[in-house]
């Protein structure tokens, strides 16, 4: 791995110098988890499932952290049980209070909505099961049952550390607030209301860049987000776990080691930013999708919503190529992102003696719409203009056009043009500017 995603890993490690921090871990006594909190590090013994450090530094940085490690020595569905039943239980309040924040009042004046809602999930958790049961020794739906068990194993922690009632939540509620990425689209999709959204019609709150220095000494991904102050609560996650790619396999996952921006309750980043032991990072920015005869495409069989689909590719792949293989499988049409698959293991810097080295492969992109994705590896172009700009807007000029993006021209104008809207101007004028990252934050 190069020594800027060497450096990025380090970061998140370095942050909790100098904080108070809560640490935990999980034995397995007999069929049942164990957990113990401590104080101090050094209490945690060499034998557990998993092991965590968790510091709340929202009041004084915007941030909570979290490390997580799970051990090779234990089964993999031990150590995602465990996982989620650490996480759940040491970031209980904060779960809590995200749950307040973001979905608590979701159903009000719309329990018609919800009721499909939920009866979609019941019909997707149903096919999910069917297929990992028919499918035990395949990797990809092995991966999909260890995502779902760590999604449990949260929800029982979280509630083994809520002493009121009224603050308990199911298993299904904590699926419910993994999935809020894909959950409007999907209400629109079940529904099909006489006019679109707002929100659908502009879903721009991230953007994100691929720089690649003109003498190839460096290459640079970012992603940024914004989002209203309900979503405020805030957590930079590191998963380290040694998860099996299949049963019976003696090989770990590529991606055992994740470091991702993400919130209180998820097991995932969401934004989307991922820093991956495999030497990829993947992130998005979100094209939406503004044709509503799309969306007769989303079903709950033959379909896994797009968060689980995303950690499934983050664990498994190699490559970017492979990365976008595994993503566009079972695509729902929900959450409809750009993402952008950078291979670090594809780039050598230059240096005093060599020249840098950029390989094919190294940047691969991939667009979702209901029913359709697009994927293409950008090397070439990036290798050519040395940069590569996110900013809720499909690139390919075929998602462009299914997602309604020359009706959002004709009707609001240059603003929702690829090669005109605002950001990709600056992004234009500004990455020539990029020398290094310090300059990256004030450009």
């Given amino acids: 791995m190069r020594s800027s995603m060497k450096y990025i890993f380090l970061c998140l490690f370095c942050l909790f110098i100098g904080t108070e ?38 009041n004084n940085t915007g941030w909570a952290f979290l490390e997580l490690h799970t051990s090779g020595d234990s089964s993999d ?8 039943y650490l996480e759940g239980f040491l970031t209980r309040d904060l779960i809590w209070m995200h749950w307040q924040n973001v979905l608590k009042g979701y159903c009000y004046n719309k329990t018609d909505v919800c009721g499909l809602i939920e009866e979609f999930v019941d019909k997707n958790e149903a096919y999910i099961a069917s297929m990992v049961a028919q499918h035990p020794h395949d990797a990809y739906w092995y991966q999909m049952k260890l995502y779902y068990i760590q999604l449990e194993g949260l929800a029982i ?20 607030i993994n999935m809020l990425g894909d959950l409007d689209e999907l209400a629109f999709a079940l529904t099909m209301p006489p006019e679109t959204p707002e929100g659908m019609l502009f879903p721009e709150h991230c953007s994100g860049l691929v720089k690649l220095l003109p003498d190839l000494s460096d290459l640079y991904v970012s992603q940024v987000t914004w ?24 090989e770990f996952i590529p991606g055992y080691k994740m470091s991702m921006s993400s919130y209180p309750a998820f097991v995932q980043s969401t934004d ?33 919503l797009e968060y689980a689909r995303a950690m499934v590719a983050n664990r498994l792949a190699k490559s970017g190529a492979e990365w976008v293989r595994l993503f566009r499988k079972h695509n729902s049409g929900t959450y409809n992102n750009q993402w952008y698959i950078v291979d670090y293991k594809k780039f050598k810097p230059r240096s005093a003696k060599e020249p840098g080295v950029v390989k094919p492969g190294l940047l691969w992109l991939i667009e979702q719409l209901p029913g359709y994705t697009e994927a293409a590896d950008l090397t070439s172009e990036l290798r050519r203009t040395t940069y590569f700009p996110s900013y809720n807007i499909a690139y390919f ?8 993006g020359p009706v959002r021209v004709a009707t609001f104008g240059d603003w929702f043009g690829y090669a005109t809207n605002p950001r990709a101007r600056i992004f234009k004028e500004k990455q020539v500017q990029l020398r290094d990252t310090q300059p990256a934050s004030a450009t």
Avoid: C
Wanted: hydrophobic fraction near 35%.
């Fill in 21 to 58: 921090s809560k640490y935990g871990y999980v034995t397995w006594v007999g069929n049942k988890a164990e957990i113990t909190v401590s104080d101090y590090y050094a209490d945690i013994p060499d034998v557990h499932v998993a092991k965590a450090t968790f510091s709340n530094e929202v």
């Fill in 77 to 84: 569905e031990q150590q995602a049980y465990a996982a989620g």
């Fill in 272 to 304: 989307d930013f991922y820093v991956i032991s495999s030497g990829l990072v993947a992130a998005e920015t979100t094209i939406g999708n503004s044709n509503r005869s799309l969306f007769r495409h989303v079903h709950p069989v033959g379909q896994v």
């Fill in 397 to 404: 000029p075929r998602v462009f056009n299914l997602s309604g």
């Fill in 157 to 176: 922690g979280y509630n083994e550390a809520t002493s009121d009632p009224y603050q308990l939540l199911t298993i299904r509620d904590i699926i419910w």
């Fill in 227 to 250: 989002n209203s102050y309900q979503s405020m609560l805030r957590f930079q996650k590191m998963y380290v776990l040694k998860y099996r790619t299949a049963p019976g396999s003696g």
